[in-house]
């Protein structure tokens, strides 16, 4: 089992950067495919970025250009690089990990504000 700690978020203006890292505690993430989710207030928890063992990356349409996700193994930390913040991105993001799927473990989320 592993237990994820997101930092990282804020208040930002529209345009600026943020980036979100997941440290990782009692398994090593090398084990897991990792994840980020975001939920915005009213709306559904949707995954916005994963990156699979290998370093496979995939994004949902609407952050792809502006965000990366990347991992670190030996420091056990995933990270989201948010380039380009919109306000529409203004959500709690939490880290998730999964053996098949970023749907098994979950931190306790961080908050984005994107201001306009």
């Known amino acids: 089992q592993v237990q994820l700690v997101e930092s990282g978020g804020g208040s930002v203006q529209a345009g600026g950067s943020l980036r979100l890292s997941c440290s990782a505690s009692g398994s090593k993430i090398s084990m897991y495919v990792m994840g980020w989710y975001r939920q915005a207030p009213g709306k559904q928890r949707e995954l916005v970025a994963s990156?699979?063992?290998?370093?496979?990356?995939n994004y949902v349409d609407s952050v792809k250009g502006r965000f990366t996700i990347s991992r670190d193994n030996t420091k056990n930390t995933v990270f989201l690089q948010m380039n380009t913040l919109k306000p529409e991105d203004t959500a709690v993001y939490y880290c998730s990990a999964g053996a098949l799927r970023p749907a098994n473990f979950w931190g306790q989320g961080t908050q984005v504000t994107v201001s306009s």
């Open positions: 990156i699979t063992r290998g370093g496979s990356t």
